[in-house]
């Protein structure tokens, strides 16, 4: 196929200089301009031809693959914000469920409190009662006693008022006439 356009180019600028080179001189300088034009075109249609075809096929394969991997990536990232979205459905769903467990926690630990709160109050309560009431026998007690010695105390002031020394005789008689009525007839012991 090159030979082939390679001779028709060959062909015709040798006809076109055939032509040209019988008018004269100036047609002579337009036949090397276009000499030298088909020798330039030729020789760079030679270098594209032979160039350029694996140039561009490396470009191209080089472009598919990019445009492969642009894909891949777009797939991927495609999938990705599938996934963000489903989590972010999920998450706002999480949160209400972490929320309402905590709700419900709370309600219970709440709950727990009051009731420990209570059992203590009782607690105290019953401690408070049983302080006041061991705190009255105390003073019923101490005041039982008061009261005894102060009895003790007028008992022995009126007696040592009444007492007089004939009194006095009279009871000391009257007790030893008693202790002999019981121990009458029985032998008295000495130790």
Known sequence: MKRITVSILFFAVAALAAEHGESGHAGSDTLWKLINFVILA?????????KAGSFFAARS?????????AAKFQADA?????????RLKRLNAEVEELRRRAREESAVESARMRALTERGLKK???????????????????LRAYS????????????????TPET???????????I???FAGQPVRVS
Do not use: C, P, T, W
């Open 78 to 86: 495609e999938a990705r914000y599938a996934e963000m979205e489903q």
């Open 168 to 178: 006095d005789q009279m009871i000391v008689d009257a007790m030893i006439g008693e």
């Open 61 to 69: 394969a080089a472009i598919q693959r990019e445009l492969a991997e």
């Open 42 to 50: 030729a020789a760079l249609g030679y270098f594209i031809y032979k």
């Open 148 to 163: 005894a010695a102060l009895a003790i105390e007028l008992a022995a002031a009126k007696i040592e008022e009444r007492l």
């Open 180 to 182: 002999g009525n019981r």
């Open 124 to 142: 105290i309560q019953e401690q408070a009662e049983q302080e006041i009431q061991a705190a009255a026998n105390s003073a019923r007690q101490q």
